[in-house]
């Protein structure tokens, strides 16, 4: 459609973006994050163990939607979400990260987390895996501090 050769397909006469327009990034991100994780396992990977997790994760930046993130080899984390600043400490038990955390003021508690890596993307499932996701990406190989992209965070 189109008023006075303006498209607005989508849009509704006030203005407003019709629900379906609104929620499209939303689903679209969704969808990527659930195609991501039913990957062959020959392009991604849940991490199952600590080594791969050290060789994978620990002392890289990972970023995501106003976020920074670093698994540090002492068992620390550190970084920034949202302005606040993120700190705690984490071990690995069984097939999952464990940690204990704050950000800013908040006590984030405990909670154990599952690992998958698809490429330089790490998907992170709260709850052992089958809680909230949300996503991060490792810096390109060769790049400096500060060059990586940043990758929206969903449902965080």
Do not use: H
């Amino acid at each position: 459609r189109s008023f006075d050769g303006v498209a607005t397909e989508g849009v509704n006469m006030t203005g407003r973006y019709s629900l379906a327009a609104r929620l499209l990034p939303w689903i679209m991100a969704v969808g990527f994050v659930c195609t991501a994780l039913a990957a062959p396992a020959a392009e991604g990977k849940r991490l199952t163990t600590e080594t791969e997790f050290r060789e994978l994760v620990v002392d890289q930046q990972l970023t995501g939607d106003r976020m920074i993130l670093w698994y540090t080899g002492d068992g620390r984390m550190t970084g920034s979400s949202r302005g606040k600043r993120i700190e705690g400490q984490w071990r690995w038990v069984g097939a999952n990260l464990c940690r204990t955390a704050t950000l800013g003021d908040e006590d984030l508690g405990y909670d154990c987390l599952a690992f998958f890596v698809i490429n330089d993307l790490v998907v992170v499932v709260r709850g052992e895996g089958s809680g909230r996701a949300f996503a991060l990406r490792l810096p390109y190989k060769g790049s400096q501090p500060g060059d990586s992209e940043e990758f929206a965070c969903v449902s965080c």
